[in-house]
């Protein structure tokens, strides 16, 4: 029975959205191994929020990431594996490297496996797995392997004390970064800054957010937009989930924290070009709406703030 290991490892190495989109997953591990002692092993970012989500005994670092021909750091990392006497393991990344893993405990007893690695004992076997949404697709994965009943992501123990930032309500937050090597995931700046004007004009303090490659395109929305509040490079994710919880309406672009602030149950509005697809990676929240143009250049101010007006008045 499931419900008797004593040791499980949980696999998910990033990135944020996809991190966040695996909480309801490891929660449903969580209540069906209440008694187990469970690892998850994840990147350096991930460490401190997943170890505040409670689901976790232990959190390991995936550092050595070694390449199949670096053989000392392959039976290092042979031997982490193996001083963890794991009964299964729950493959939540679902990548090469991931499956990787899974090879490398070769040969000799394995754990029970659930992923996609070729020759696992508990196959993710659906030829058309690509084609899900992440949500729907670890739920499957779980749901072949016994665990039928997976949660929304529910971030209610994500509290901290986030005073200091000196933020009074009304206010809503933007993100307009995005990964640096996909310019065409973001809205332009001089769009966020004439919302952003239009938030401050009806009394709405915007809150600008991002990590520090995103500072020079925050400091012009914050010159563009005077009243901003620019926290920039301040914030760890322990602080946007918190933030969220009291923001009246979030804005921007496909990225991260987006999913992490939709996940907390901020209303959100995210902004899609055609550079992703919504029905694989939307974010999910009991308030979503996604706006969606083939270039996000055709998309105008006025049709983003008719959204944000939406939630805001239903507040």
């Given at each position: 029975m499931t419900a008797d290991f004593e040791r499980i490892l949980v696999i998910k190495l990033g990135a944020l959205g996809d991190f966040v989109q695996a909480l309801g997953?490891?929660?449903a591990i969580r209540k069906r191994h209440a008694r187990a002692h469970i690892v998850l092993l994840t990147s350096q970012p991930y460490v401190d929020f997943a170890k505040a989500s409670g689901l976790f005994n232990d959190v390991w670092v995936d550092t050595q990431r070694p390449k199949a021909w670096q053989i000392g750091r392959v039976l290092r990392l042979r031997k982490k594996f193996q001083s963890g006497s794991f009964q299964r393991v729950y493959d939540l990344q679902t990548s090469d490297?991931?499956?990787?893993?899974?090879?490398i405990l070769g040969p000799g007893l394995r754990p029970e496996w659930s992923g996609i690695a070729k020759g696992c004992s508990h196959p993710?076997?659906?030829?058309?797995?690509?084609?899900?949404?992440?949500i729907e697709r670890q739920r499957e994965q779980l749901a072949m392997i016994g665990i039928d009943d997976v949660p929304a992501p529910d971030l209610s123990w994500a509290k901290v004390d986030v005073?200091?930032?000196?933020?009074?309500?009304p206010y809503a937050l933007l993100v307009p970064g995005g990964a640096a090597h996909r310019p065409n995931k973001r809205w332009p700046a001089d769009r966020y800054a004439e919302l952003a004007n239009h938030m401050l004009a009806g009394g709405l303090t915007p809150v600008l957010l991002g990590a520090h490659a995103e500072l020079g395109v925050l400091k012009l929305i914050a010159m563009d937009a005077p009243g901003?509040?620019?926290?920039?490079?301040?914030?760890?994710f322990l602080d946007l989930a918190t933030l969220a919880q009291g923001a009246s309406v979030a804005v921007g672009n496909d990225t991260g924290p987006m999913h992490l602030i939709a996940a907390a149950g901020c209303a959100c509005v995210v902004l899609y070009s055609f550079d992703s697809d919504p029905a694989l990676c939307a974010q999910r929240g009991p308030a979503v709406e996604i706006?969606?143009?083939?270039?996000l250049e055709s998309l105008g101010e006025a049709q983003v703030w008719d959204a944000v007006a939406s939630f805001v008045e239903k507040a």
């Open positions: 997953p490891m929660a490297r991931s499956s990787f893993y899974f090879h993710h076997a659906n030829p058309d797995r690509g084609l899900m949404h992440t005073a200091h930032f000196g933020l009074k309500s901003s509040v620019n926290l920039g490079g301040k914030t760890n706006l969606r143009r083939e270039s």
